[in-house]
């Protein structure tokens, strides 16, 4: 009879209920910007990241010190929503990939450097809850005098919204 206990316990050990299976996590939006190295706090209510009917995908990061300004835009035409590197040295093939930023006096633009690398590398997609994952890097050069170099660069994750 011994032998069988184990047996006889089985029936039990299917009748248990089952773990309920938890909703997913949520997302937390993360969005770092740094200029020229200096960590630069972000407004993560006011940024945006905005996908348009013809897939060109605009970042628009907005500085926290001016939740009101336009702060970095950067932009990949053609965008194929997939976990990719899209540089903006491809400009020159028709796609329209750049940056611009605007700080109080400061507007400043990929297309005004000589030499303007930059890129978005998307590092994970989820196309269910329109998020993106990745980082950012781009040179703009101030217009106007001075004629200033920035160098903008930072991590997000964050939701994508249909524009």
Known sequence: MKRFLPLLLLPLLGAAPAAPTAPP???TRHLTLRIDGKNVPTDTLSSRFFLSEDRALRLNIVRA?????????????????KVDT????????????DASY??????????SCSDNPGQVVITGVNAERHWLRGTYRCQVCEVGRGARRFTLEGEFEFPV???
């Open 161 to 163: 919204e249909k524009e």
């Open 102 to 111: 605007r700080y109080n006096a400061i507007s400043a633009y990929s297309k």
């Open 86 to 97: 899209y540089k903006f040295q491809e400009i020159l093939s028709g796609r329209n990939r």
């Open 65 to 81: 010190d001016d939740p009101d300004g336009q702060g970095l835009n950067v932009i990949i035409d053609r965008f194929p929503i």
């Open 25 to 27: 996590a949520p997302l």
